[in-house]
């Protein structure tokens, strides 16, 4: 049987509340017919699954983002849609489940309501207590729908007769402010209730105003919260009832004393009920100047919580006091139950780490990182949750508990956007194991809502090379278009159409150097290119490039500016290949690797790449020109950075795994530049000698070249600086340097330390594509790679990608006998198969295949055990 997957619009994971009127459509499908492939599709489209319309039979084996059939959506439309196929075993197929699609306001002049806030003044040079806003609404006979729309400067949650509304956290996430301002959407019939109703917000200071970057700089965006929420009710007879915040509202205060997402969250119980419409002690609201044309819907999903954790151990530390451990290095929160006396203070300190078996705080530099709640000494067990912050943890040291502890009265809450999980990988090596669950650990942990490379200290921004040198680890493990396209959008209204991109997006300034201006940083700026292109690669969509392309021209004229007349690199500051090992802890920059070589072979590399994305989209003149621009920049890197014996100077890894990833050497070089990386990895005693640049190429270089036993003794390696090292010391998540702690469990010295940094994880891409042997051979995976480099003495490896069209997997075992391995290609896509053994390559279509040979001469068979 043959069954198209329930249709999904545009890179939404919830289609409701969208800013797109021409949703484009895609689907998977299901069938048991070995090699399908689609040879046209039908869709219906209405108002309700009883009222669907055909759009007719299109001949296409296309099954992603097709066209939008029907007239744009209408602001709050609602639309039912389904999609039958044909394929090459004839049809039609089943038709696919319905799906349901509504719009949100998609036009400014959709918003009735005002962006208010208190009357009252307010110093906000430090953490401010959140307001409350509220008021009461008749609803007399039934409802047919209820939405509310609603967003803030600052974070909110939504009340509607003392429940909180939906499950979002952090809302309205974090954008640039000043160019776009995300707004939800939720479905609220069930909230109300004949009769008065109240409706209410309470609002902290979140991104808009609170503590944000490493300068300690506050009131970023204003120094006022504020809020604009719309509720709509419409009747059965479609008549519109629209309650709108205004200054008709009042003000107060309630239980949250103070919310910083550095620092924490207090939480009087005691005042818990204040501060709503009905209490005393309100104050007016005054309605803000706001052009409502800044209000957008969301592409990706919300932050909420996704998991929860119990306490694994109840720890004494030296000097007497009470520390939680979860077992996990996470992001989120502590849920307390506790009963006793009014005015009592629980209070919660979060870290990542121990040191000297205390609390390891040296880390989070200023953030506090300290939840404080106030018992309200009701004689009842009472449970407290913070919603306006957010920490970086493992361990939480418990002070004032009334009574005994009981470990079950703390509950680890986990947050982060809500992301569907796409990839997974297990082999045979349980710390090759560990080290890709502590990847994926680092990855949920960082992006909240942007992709930040740390989770507690006072930074938590969004670098934009730390995103670049993951995206492609990032969009195997998890689904991210629509969280990336938000933050490419955002990364595109920071840049302009002139210069480099912001190192942080969404953009916050610093005033140290090299920071007074927007510099060119290689590999950072470089985002503004090949972020988009890995989306692309990943989707299909050409929109990714289509947006980008401005950008990624702006940047490479101002790096070829950067370099001057002769298109070289020579004066200034730039990262380059940061933190790498042998950099001293307060001078992460000092690589052995110069930061202009780095730039050099970027600027080649993105060229290339913006070159083909401009040849993409017809862009003839770009192309040419930005294919010329790579050219010299190319001849440039060889001229300066290559010996006439082939050799790289200086020979790094890094300088290596550059030449031979970004296409820098003449197809004659490479054979013996990947022997030379082979032998400057083993005069480095197979330990990692690569930063942020060079880290997620040079197990590739290896392999491609005809070295993987090399590299799987690089992947293996356990004394420090490696991979596994961090996983001896019993990390759960990738650091930011490769010794965070150091051997004898003290904090690296330096004073930026963070023990959750995903960057160094990129490697796992690698593990996916090489080790377990699955790789996109085209775009959005619709023919994949499968060619398994077994080595490194394991006995089998496994991974499987969700991709666009269905699940692929690959499994491979072998005990020194017979090489088994298993392929599932999901339907409409094909793969290539090539066995270890040599043998030509096999072309296969859709399902699930068998092959096996016999032992030839693998990567190699070095032990975990016998690595020096």
């Not at 919260?225 to 309630?254: H, K, M, P």
Request: charged share 20%.
């Amino acid at each position: 049987m043959t069954t198209p997957s329930a249709l999904r619009f545009e890179h939404h994971e919830e289609p409701f509340g969208i800013g797109e009127d021409r949703p484009r459509l895609s689907w998977q499908v299901r069938t048991d017919a070995p090699g399908w492939v689609q040879t046209a599709y039908e869709l219906e489209l209405g108002p309700d699954a009883g009222s669907l319309v055909s759009y007719g039979r299109v001949d296409s084996a296309e099954q992603l983002l097709q066209p939008w059939p029907a007239r744009p959506l209408a602001s709050r439309e609602r639309v039912a849609a389904r999609v039958r196929v044909w394929g090459n075993d004839g049809g039609p197929s089943e038709w696919s489940p319905v799906a349901w699609v509504e719009a949100g306001l998609l036009d400014a002049a959709d918003w009735q309501a005002a962006m208010i806030r208190p009357s009252w003044d307010e110093a906000s040079a430090s953490d401010e207590p959140a307001s409350r806003l509220s008021t009461t609404f008749e609803m007399n006979g039934d409802v047919a729908s209820a939405r509310l729309y609603a967003s803030a400067h600052g974070i909110y949650v939504a009340t509607i007769n003392g429940c909180r509304v939906g499950q979002d956290l952090l809302a309205p996430g974090w954008t640039s402010y000043h160019h776009r301002l995300r707004y939800q959407t939720y479905d609220v019939a069930g909230y109300l209730r004949p009769g008065t109703n109240v409706i209410g917000f309470e609002v902290a200071d979140g991104w808009w105003r609170g503590n944000l970057g490493f300068q300690d700089k506050r009131n970023k965006y204003g120094d006022r919260t504020a809020v604009i929420g719309q509720l709509e009710l419409r009747d059965a007879e479609g008549q519109l009832t629209v309650v709108g915040t205004d200054e008709s509202w009042l003000a107060g205060r309630g239980p949250v004393l103070s919310a910083d997402l550095y620092n924490g969250e207090t939480y009087d119980a005691r005042l818990a009920d204040q501060g709503w419409v009905g209490g005393e002690g309100l104050e007016p609201v005054v309605a803000e100047d706001f052009d409502a044309a800044l209000l957008v819907a969301p592409d990706g999903p919300p932050v909420r919580a996704t998991e929860e954790l119990p306490v694994q151990a109840v720890l004494t530390t030296p000097s007497g006091k009470t520390i939680l451990d979860f077992g996990q290095n996470l992001v989120g929160h502590v849920r307390i139950r506790v009963r006793g006396e009014a005015g009592t203070e629980v209070v919660l300190r979060h870290a990542e780490v121990l040191e000297h078996g205390e609390l390891g705080v040296r880390p989070l530099r200023v953030a506090r990182q300290t939840d404080t709640y106030i018992l309200r000494g009701s004689g009842r067990e009472e449970q407290y949750s913070p919603e306006f912050t957010v920490h970086g943890f493992r361990y939480v040291e418990v002070s004032g508990w009334p009574g005994e502890l009981d470990p079950e009265a703390f509950t680890a809450v986990v947050v982060h956007s809500d992301l569907e999980r796409t990839g997974y990988f297990e082999c045979s090596e349980p710390m090759l194991n560990q080290l890709h669950s502590n990847v994926v650990w680092g990855m949920r942990g960082n992006f909240v809502d942007v992709p930040t490379d740390c989770p507690q200290r006072n930074e938590r921004l969004g670098w934009t090379g730390d995103f670049q040198v993951f995206a492609s680890t990032a969009s195997f493990l998890y689904r991210i278009p629509g969280f990336t396209a938000s933050w490419l959008k955002d990364l595109a209204v920071e840049q302009g159409t002139d210069g480099p991109p912001p190192l942080v997006v969404p953009e916050v300034t610093f005033d140290k150097p090299p920071f007074p201006t927007r510099p060119v940083m290689a590999a950072w700026g470089d985002a503004a290119v090949l972020v988009p292109w890995v989306m692309y690669q990943q989707t299909g969509d050409l929109e990714f490039l289509r947006r980008q392309l401005p950008g990624m021209a702006a940047w490479l004229a101002a790096a070829a500016d950067a370099a001057g007349p002769e298109l070289r690199f020579e004066h200034g500051f730039q990262f380059g290949d940061w933190l790498d090992p042998a950099a001293p802890p307060n001078d992460p920059g000092a690589a052995r690797t110069p930061w202009q070589l780095v730039a050099q072979a970027y600027l080649a590399y993105s060229a290339s790449i913006a070159s083909q994305a401009a040849a993409l989209l017809g862009e003839d003149t770009e192309t040419a020109r930005l294919h010329e621009l790579s050219d010299r920049a190319r001849s440039v890197f060889r001229k300066q950075y290559i010996a006439d014996d082939g050799s790289l100077q200086p020979a790094t890894q890094t300088s290596y795994a550059l030449a031979l990833r970004f296409g820098l050497l003449e197809p004659e070089e490479r054979a013996a530049a990947g022997e030379r990386l082979a032998e400057t990895v083993a005069a480095d005693g197979y330990r990692i000698a690569t930063g942020f640049v060079g880290t997620p190429l040079v197990t590739d270089a290896l392999s491609d070249e005809g070295h993987a036993e090399a590299a799987y003794r690089l992947l293996l390696q356990t004394e420090c600086p490696s991979w596994l090292y961090p996983v001896t010391m019993g990390a759960t998540t990738i650091w930011e340097r490769w010794d965070s702690m150091l051997p004898d469990g003290s904090i690296n010295p330096g004073d930026m330390t963070s023990f959750n940094h995903y960057a160094l994880g990129a490697v796992a891409d690698w593990m996916h594509r090489t080790v377990a042997g699955l790789a996109p051979a085209g775009l959005a995976s619709r023919t994949l790679r499968v060619r398994p480099l077994p080595g490194g003495g394991l006995t089998w490896a496994a991974a499987r990608h969700e991709t666009p069209y269905g699940e692929a997997a690959v499994r491979w075992e072998h005990d020194g006998g017979t090489f088994l391995l298993s392929v599932t290609v999901p339907a409409g896509c094909t793969a290539s198969v090539s066995l270890p053994d040599g043998s030509d390559a096999v072309e296969v279509g859709s399902g699930t295949h068998s092959f096996s040979c016999e032992p030839g001469i693998f990567a190699g068979t070095v032990q975990l055990s016998a690595l020096p």
